[in-house]
């Protein structure tokens, strides 16, 4: 049959790894330097942030290892440091370089617990909204739109509040991690979901989602196993993005008392507690810790800004 | 082919004898498309008074239409004439406006998505455009698998592995293309896979909307090739989407002829191309740009097709046409069945105007 | 000397794997008037050619060889200054999709004035009337409403018309016409194909229709070129081209029509598709899908795996392929010995 005409030979199936190496993805990172020193940045971050318990010299959690007589010592190159403090101690006497090992651990875990929540509830409700359209998506979008009018301290402070009067502080301290997760991921869900039904609808009009159609596939597979794969690449650019300003949230909720207590301090609520030790010449406790936030976050930023480069498919189409 | 693919319009399908049954019936078949957006922006303040305005696209104005077994009918048109959205209709992926369609005798337009399924694996699409009708996040083996795995939810790894393998060979894509993903491959070997996929549940209708349309002319005699292999290996009937006359000329058994929303002429293919009778087939056809030098003048028409909104009453042609008198504006005309086996909706040739 | 010629162009795109060779010693020439197709099938580098003549080839492209010569004039490397008082003054441009030359948000009126103005030095009402007459040249009916009109508010086919009126402003010398009819209907397509006939025999204006549609050349023009992997593989007279295709490739093209097969038959199919531009065959580019790389008798034309053919004149035509030197050599052998 002459239909075996068409039978060329192919060559060899890459590798994954090969495709990998051959990805637009690696070449273009190969000639970006920012994004290289971001990545290096931020791998060193999470490192630290993982490995906190075994870095750190002292435990700041652990209240038998604090010396109140050490308090507000001066990092090294400064006159009157003590070399087991590497970067000073704080008001209480911690260590400042432990408690910032700590402290971005609690920063990441937020943001990125947080960026979790809002993925989930974002492309669930995205994904909904875009393919059902109708009533859903109207309903869904104007939930967006009330949502995204609070701002997420609004929300954080009435809840926060709330938790506050009804369980007591002791309470809001235990739980304070699943909370400000909970509180910042629900505030910021409309990003995903808005982002996530854009490019629902331009998926949807593509034939390979009427073929499914055609097939008879449930909504559900259609959706779930057609669309959302296709959609990633946005998902992945704007949870950069999200990360870094969900870290800030947390910060700045910290720093007005609404977020990590100080006994278990997060980057913000360390900023915080230093902020009123400026005044008696005691910068670092506040200075230092907000020059790790900075960089964690530009670092991120970067990330996401060469990402989305990378995956726009206006510059290149792959 | 049968010689007598032509039922009379009329009456509805004959019970009993199923040979005779033809396998899809469109009755009186339209469907609108809303331009207003939703309640909020439907509401006009006029002359002092709140009131709901509506403005539709009629994509298909009662479309009447016969699928004999084994036939391949194709739809031709010029864009705009809702020869894709009769397609799409059929297939369940737009809900009629009015009308019905009737698959072997049953009613399959108001169907249940449950009670579609089995209707699902009867008939079966492939699209036009082959660079968007592949899922790029699935290799071909999972493009392929997925139909077979939901239609057989009972067949073993090995037997939808078969299948597969079976479908593959038929339509000439090498084994070792399964573990790769469809950007990877040209154009026309894309429509292959999307053959394969429409023939790997072994449906025996399938819906074709300008399926080579978007491929080189070279790859176009492959596909067609393809097609008619598989209509003749599989007992295959088809509703064949088109714009392409030529093609038309080549593949179909019959031919309807599209005019904004409304079908002008069903004719068998060489009827139609030896005697076009509607005034628009035969303007459609002197415009077909031929290889000859001896070219003869086509056929210019006045003005431009109208927009699918404001409908023109009576015949939609009628504006067009050069023959178009009175009549032609106020009425509609239905499609007359002819001794050469054609149907023709004209008034004009109906009252022997025209021949 | 003819008005345009282009002599062994070479076009690459500079690739993060290297160059890929676009064009590869194409050249043609067009006289004053004269009509030329293109013909070839997606990525055969009929687009880029018209591109090129332009010089509108944007990086990663660029021109690594060859020449250009418009009315005694290099192109190639010409400034942009020198060559913006060609592009669309002497040589115009119509593009597939008509909205790529129109600007949505100007009135057809407003967008002729401009074009005029840019190339002369004549005032408003002088550049209207000018715009006026254009559109009564390309038979749009009621050309003064149309001025004030925006491009959304236009058919496809008027988009046509307007997008022809708009290369005419200028009165140039030569249109390059890029699948000007390839987005509309068979009905319209006719329409315009009898429009740029009409207009490039009254005013002596040269055409270079580039297609896929070998009807349309056929119908429209006097000589034409096949393309195929960025070569041109055979050129001649239109007709003979049509009527007697010496190179495989364009017989496979032909009798792959479905006109050329009786109803319901199968069609003469190529086998394979056009290998991409980076990793193109050795020897002639056809040869894996080409039915001649093997002789009558069994033996094999080696030549069509390792060297490039050039051309030969077989007729009026001129076709670059192995298997047809081969048959001139053949005939002209015995007929020589026939006459000594």
Redesign the interface.
């Given at each position: 049959?002459?239909?075996?005409?068409?039978?060329?030979?192919?060559a060899a199936?890459p590798s994954r790894w090969a495709r990998f190496r051959d990805s637009y993805l690696l070449y273009s990172f190969r000639r970006d330097l920012i994004a290289q020193v971001s990545l290096a940045v931020f791998i060193a971050f999470v490192a630290c942030a993982v490995l906190a318990p075994w870095l750190a010299p002292m435990n700041p959690y652990d209240l038998a290892q604090i010396d109140i007589l050490a308090s507000e010592l001066p990092p090294f190159w400064i006159d009157g440091s003590d070399p087991a403090y590497l970067l000073g101690t704080d008001a209480q006497g911690r260590d400042l370089l432990s408690t910032i090992l700590y402290g971005a651990r609690v920063s990441l875990i937020i943001g990125f617990g947080a960026v979790a929540l809002q993925a989930l509830l974002g492309v669930v409700f995205g994904l909904l909204a875009g393919y059902l359209g109708g009533r859903i998506d109207?309903f869904l979008m104007r939930l967006a739109d009330i949502q995204l009018s609070f701002s997420t301290l609004m929300v954080a402070i009435v809840v926060g509040a709330l938790v506050k009067a009804i369980f007591g502080g002791a309470t809001f301290s235990a739980y304070a991690v699943p909370l400000l997760v909970l509180i910042i991921g629900l505030a910021e869900w409309p990003q995903y979901a808005r982002t996530v039904r854009a490019s629902v609808l331009a998926e949807k009009g593509?034939?390979?989602v009427?073929?499914?159609?055609?097939?008879?596939?449930?909504s559900r597979r259609i959706m779930f196993r057609?669309i959302l794969?296709?959609t990633l690449s946005p998902i992945f650019v704007i949870s950069t993005v999200q990360v870094a300003n969900a870290i800030i949230s947390e910060a700045a909720l910290s720093f007005l008392g609404l977020g990590m207590p100080e006994t278990h301090p997060s980057l913000g609520s360390l900023i915080k507690s230093g902020f009123d030790y400026i005044q008696s010449g005691s910068w670092w406790i506040t200075l230092i810790p907000g020059a790790v936030l900075v960089v964690l976050v530009l670092v991120i930023n970067l990330l996401g800004d060469w990402l989305r480069d990378v995956l726009n498919p206006r510059l290149y189409k792959g | 082919m049968t010689a007598t693919a032509t039922a009379p319009l009329a009456h509805p399908a004959a019970t009993g004898d199923e040979a005779a049954r033809p396998l899809l019936e469109i009755r009186g078949l339209e469907k609108r498309f809303s331009l207003s957006g939703?309640f909020l922006e439907q509401l006009k303040f006029k002359g002092g008074k709140l009131v709901r305005e509506q403005e539709h696209v009629h994509a298909i104005n009662g479309v009447d239409l016969e699928i004999q077994r084994g036939e391949a009918l194709c739809v031709v048109g010029?864009?705009g004439c809702g020869k894709s959205t009769v397609a799409?209709t059929v297939?369940?992926?737009l809900h009629p406006s009015a009308g019905e369609i009737r698959y072997d005798g049953q009613r399959i337009d108001n169907l249940s998505?449950q009670a579609?399924?089995p209707y699902?694996?009867r008939?079966?699409?492939i699209?036009?455009?082959p660079y968007?009708?592949?899922?790029?996040?699935?290799t071909i083996q999972q493009t392929l698998e997925?139909?077979i795995r939901?239609?057989h939810p009972d067949w073993s790894r090995q037997q939808v592995s078969d299948k597969v393998a079976e479908v593959m060979g038929?339509?000439?894509?090498?084994a070792?293309?399964g573990?790769?993903y469809g950007h990877e491959f040209?154009g026309?070997?894309r429509q292959?896979i999307?053959i394969a996929?429409a023939l790997a549940?072994d449906p025996e209708f399938i819906v074709a909307d300008e399926p080579i349309s978007a491929l080189?002319?070279?790859?176009?005699?492959?596909v067609?090739?393809?097609l008619?292999?598989a209509q003749r290996d599989r007992h295959l009937t088809y509703l064949f989407i088109t714009?392409d006359?030529?093609?038309v000329?080549?593949?179909g058994t019959r031919v309807a002829v599209m005019y904004l929303g409304r079908v002008c002429e069903v004719a068998p293919?060489?009827t139609l191309f030896a005697t076009p009778r509607h005034p628009y087939t035969r303007?459609?056809m002197?415009?077909?740009?031929?290889?000859?030098?001896d070219?003869p003048q086509?056929i210019?028409?006045e003005g431009?097709?109208p927009t699918p909104v404001h409908l023109p009453s009576g015949c939609v042609f009628h504006a067009r046409c050069p023959h178009a008198n009175a009549r032609c504006r106020q009425e509609v005309p239905a499609l007359i069945a002819r001794d050469d086996g054609s149907q023709v909706a004209c008034h004009a040739i109906e009252e022997g105007r025209l021949d | 000397m003819s008005l345009l010629e282009v002599n062994h162009l070479d076009v690459r795109f500079a690739l993060r794997r290297g160059d890929v060779k676009a064009l590869r010693d194409v050249s043609f020439s067009l006289d004053r008037g004269e009509r030329l197709g293109i013909v070839g099938?997606?990525g055969a580098g009929k687009s880029v050619a018209a591109f090129t003549l332009l010089n509108l080839i944007a990086r990663p492209g660029y021109i690594a060889g060859g020449s250009i010569r418009f009315d005694g004039q290099e192109l190639t490397g010409m400034s942009d200054r020198a060559l913006r008082r060609i592009r669309g003054n002497r040589i115009s441009m119509i593009f597939q999709d008509p909205m790529m030359t129109l600007n949505p948000v100007l009135s057809i009126g407003e967008q002729m004035v401009e074009c005029l103005k840019a190339h002369r030095r004549i005032g408003r009402r002088e550049a209207r009337a000018i715009a006026l007459r254009k559109l009564e040249q390309v038979h749009i009916p009621s050309p003064e409403a149309r001025l004030d009109q925006y491009p959304h508010e236009l058919?496809g086919?008027?988009r046509q018309r307007v997008i022809i009126a708009i290369a005419l402003l200028l009165d140039p010398d030569i249109i390059i016409a890029d699948e000007p009819t390839t987005a509309l209907?068979?009905?319209?397509?006719?329409?315009i194909?009898?429009l740029l006939l009409e207009l490039c025999e009254k005013h002596n204006v040269g055409l270079i229709l580039i297609t896929?549609?070998?009807?349309?050349v056929?119908?429209v023009t006097q000589r034409m070129l096949v393309m195929y992997a960025g070569r041109v593989i055979e050129q001649g007279p239109t007709?003979d081209i049509?009527n007697d295709p010496q190179h495989p490739y364009t017989q496979?093209?032909?009798n792959?029509?479905?006109?050329m097969?009786t109803?319901?038959s199968?069609?003469?199919?190529?086998?394979g598709?056009?290998p991409s531009l980076d990793n193109l065959p050795s020897g002639c580019a056809f040869h894996p899908r080409c039915g001649f790389v093997t002789r009558p008798d069994g033996s094999e034309r080696t030549a069509c795996r390792t060297q490039v053919p050039g051309f030969v004149a077989s007729g009026n035509c001129q076709a670059a392929c192995h298997m047809v030197a081969e048959m001139l050599e053949r005939e002209r052998l015995p007929a020589e010995e026939t006459t000594r």
């Amino acid at each position: 049959m002459s239909t075996e005409t068409s039978l060329q030979p192919t060559a060899a199936l890459p590798s994954r790894w090969a495709r990998f190496r051959d990805s637009y993805l690696l070449y273009s990172f190969r000639r970006d330097l920012i994004a290289q020193v971001s990545l290096a940045v931020f791998i060193a971050f999470v490192a630290c942030a993982v490995l906190a318990p075994w870095l750190a010299p002292m435990n700041p959690y652990d209240l038998a290892q604090i010396d109140i007589l050490a308090s507000e010592l001066p990092p090294f190159w400064i006159d009157g440091s003590d070399p087991a403090y590497l970067l000073g101690t704080d008001a209480q006497g911690r260590d400042l370089l432990s408690t910032i090992l700590y402290g971005a651990r609690v920063s990441l875990i937020i943001g990125f617990g947080a960026v979790a929540l809002q993925a989930l509830l974002g492309v669930v409700f995205g994904l909904l909204a875009g393919y059902l359209g109708g009533r859903i998506d109207a309903f869904l979008m104007r939930l967006a739109d009330i949502q995204l009018s609070f701002s997420t301290l609004m929300v954080a402070i009435v809840v926060g509040a709330l938790v506050k009067a009804i369980f007591g502080g002791a309470t809001f301290s235990a739980y304070a991690v699943p909370l400000l997760v909970l509180i910042i991921g629900l505030a910021e869900w409309p990003q995903y979901a808005r982002t996530v039904r854009a490019s629902v609808l331009a998926e949807k009009g593509k034939e390979y989602v009427d073929a499914a159609r055609t097939m008879g596939l449930p909504s559900r597979r259609i959706m779930f196993r057609h669309i959302l794969p296709n959609t990633l690449s946005p998902i992945f650019v704007i949870s950069t993005v999200q990360v870094a300003n969900a870290i800030i949230s947390e910060a700045a909720l910290s720093f007005l008392g609404l977020g990590m207590p100080e006994t278990h301090p997060s980057l913000g609520s360390l900023i915080k507690s230093g902020f009123d030790y400026i005044q008696s010449g005691s910068w670092w406790i506040t200075l230092i810790p907000g020059a790790v936030l900075v960089v964690l976050v530009l670092v991120i930023n970067l990330l996401g800004d060469w990402l989305r480069d990378v995956l726009n498919p206006r510059l290149y189409k792959g | 082919m049968t010689a007598t693919a032509t039922a009379p319009l009329a009456h509805p399908a004959a019970t009993g004898d199923e040979a005779a049954r033809p396998l899809l019936e469109i009755r009186g078949l339209e469907k609108r498309f809303s331009l207003s957006g939703d309640f909020l922006e439907q509401l006009k303040f006029k002359g002092g008074k709140l009131v709901r305005e509506q403005e539709h696209v009629h994509a298909i104005n009662g479309v009447d239409l016969e699928i004999q077994r084994g036939e391949a009918l194709c739809v031709v048109g010029e864009s705009g004439c809702g020869k894709s959205t009769v397609a799409r209709t059929v297939m369940g992926l737009l809900h009629p406006s009015a009308g019905e369609i009737r698959y072997d005798g049953q009613r399959i337009d108001n169907l249940s998505t449950q009670a579609l399924m089995p209707y699902r694996r009867r008939m079966q699409m492939i699209f036009q455009n082959p660079y968007a009708s592949l899922n790029p996040r699935m290799t071909i083996q999972q493009t392929l698998e997925e139909p077979i795995r939901l239609h057989h939810p009972d067949w073993s790894r090995q037997q939808v592995s078969d299948k597969v393998a079976e479908v593959m060979g038929s339509v000439g894509i090498a084994a070792d293309w399964g573990k790769r993903y469809g950007h990877e491959f040209s154009g026309g070997q894309r429509q292959r896979i999307a053959i394969a996929r429409a023939l790997a549940v072994d449906p025996e209708f399938i819906v074709a909307d300008e399926p080579i349309s978007a491929l080189d002319v070279s790859i176009q005699a492959q596909v067609l090739n393809l097609l008619m292999d598989a209509q003749r290996d599989r007992h295959l009937t088809y509703l064949f989407i088109t714009h392409d006359l030529a093609v038309v000329e080549h593949f179909g058994t019959r031919v309807a002829v599209m005019y904004l929303g409304r079908v002008c002429e069903v004719a068998p293919t060489a009827t139609l191309f030896a005697t076009p009778r509607h005034p628009y087939t035969r303007a459609l056809m002197s415009a077909i740009p031929r290889l000859e030098d001896d070219r003869p003048q086509h056929i210019r028409l006045e003005g431009e097709v109208p927009t699918p909104v404001h409908l023109p009453s009576g015949c939609v042609f009628h504006a067009r046409c050069p023959h178009a008198n009175a009549r032609c504006r106020q009425e509609v005309p239905a499609l007359i069945a002819r001794d050469d086996g054609s149907q023709v909706a004209c008034h004009a040739i109906e009252e022997g105007r025209l021949d | 000397m003819s008005l345009l010629e282009v002599n062994h162009l070479d076009v690459r795109f500079a690739l993060r794997r290297g160059d890929v060779k676009a064009l590869r010693d194409v050249s043609f020439s067009l006289d004053r008037g004269e009509r030329l197709g293109i013909v070839g099938e997606s990525g055969a580098g009929k687009s880029v050619a018209a591109f090129t003549l332009l010089n509108l080839i944007a990086r990663p492209g660029y021109i690594a060889g060859g020449s250009i010569r418009f009315d005694g004039q290099e192109l190639t490397g010409m400034s942009d200054r020198a060559l913006r008082r060609i592009r669309g003054n002497r040589i115009s441009m119509i593009f597939q999709d008509p909205m790529m030359t129109l600007n949505p948000v100007l009135s057809i009126g407003e967008q002729m004035v401009e074009c005029l103005k840019a190339h002369r030095r004549i005032g408003r009402r002088e550049a209207r009337a000018i715009a006026l007459r254009k559109l009564e040249q390309v038979h749009i009916p009621s050309p003064e409403a149309r001025l004030d009109q925006y491009p959304h508010e236009l058919s496809g086919g008027m988009r046509q018309r307007v997008i022809i009126a708009i290369a005419l402003l200028l009165d140039p010398d030569i249109i390059i016409a890029d699948e000007p009819t390839t987005a509309l209907d068979v009905t319209i397509q006719a329409e315009i194909m009898d429009l740029l006939l009409e207009l490039c025999e009254k005013h002596n204006v040269g055409l270079i229709l580039i297609t896929h549609d070998l009807g349309v050349v056929s119908q429209v023009t006097q000589r034409m070129l096949v393309m195929y992997a960025g070569r041109v593989i055979e050129q001649g007279p239109t007709r003979d081209i049509i009527n007697d295709p010496q190179h495989p490739y364009t017989q496979g093209l032909m009798n792959a029509l479905p006109q050329m097969a009786t109803p319901g038959s199968r069609l003469n199919q190529i086998p394979g598709s056009m290998p991409s531009l980076d990793n193109l065959p050795s020897g002639c580019a056809f040869h894996p899908r080409c039915g001649f790389v093997t002789r009558p008798d069994g033996s094999e034309r080696t030549a069509c795996r390792t060297q490039v053919p050039g051309f030969v004149a077989s007729g009026n035509c001129q076709a670059a392929c192995h298997m047809v030197a081969e048959m001139l050599e053949r005939e002209r052998l015995p007929a020589e010995e026939t006459t000594r």
